[in-house]
């Protein structure tokens, strides 16, 4: 989402979120799709970091939920593979396992560029904010 300002940076990162994931992975909180190319290369990617949570009202307004909530993260498609629909297909993917899994929601945080898909695909905007400590 244009937070990796540097190749440094990125290295960083991706030294950072190699064991990271891999114990998500282990701990089945992590849950991954990808789409891969003839020739075998992945060409599209997303990700679903289940979180614990509080006990929330469902969308009625009359069922508590008190189950687990997943993150959609790690949403990418090489560059030469966009307007393509490979990420229309793997969140619908995603959102079918989060079906056969009864969450009672899924929840993102989308560029400004992604917003328009997330909402064809049926994402409202809600009311978070972010605070960064500095």
Do not use: C
């Not at 992590?30 to 290369?41: C, D, R």
């Not at 909402?119 to 809600?126: K, R, W």
């Amino acid at each position: 989402m244009g937070e990796v300002p540097t190749e440094r940076a990125a290295a960083a990162f991706l030294a950072a979120s190699i064991p990271a994931i891999r114990t998500e992975l282990d701990r089945g909180s992590y849950y991954g799709w990808f789409a891969v190319s003839g020739g075998e290369q992945v060409i599209a990617g997303v990700g679903a970091h289940v979180k614990a949570t509080l006990p929330r009202m469902g969308a009625d307004g009359l069922h508590v939920f008190s189950t687990a909530v997943p993150l959609v993260v790690n949403v990418y498609t090489e560059p030469n593979w966009r307007k393509r629909g490979l990420a229309t297909a793997l969140m619908r993917t995603l959102m079918q396992w989060a079906r056969e899994q009864s969450f009672d929601r899924v929840v993102l945080h989308a560029s400004d560029h992604a917003r328009s898909l997330y909402a064809s695909l049926g994402f409202v905007p809600s009311n978070e904010m972010r605070w960064r400590l500095a």
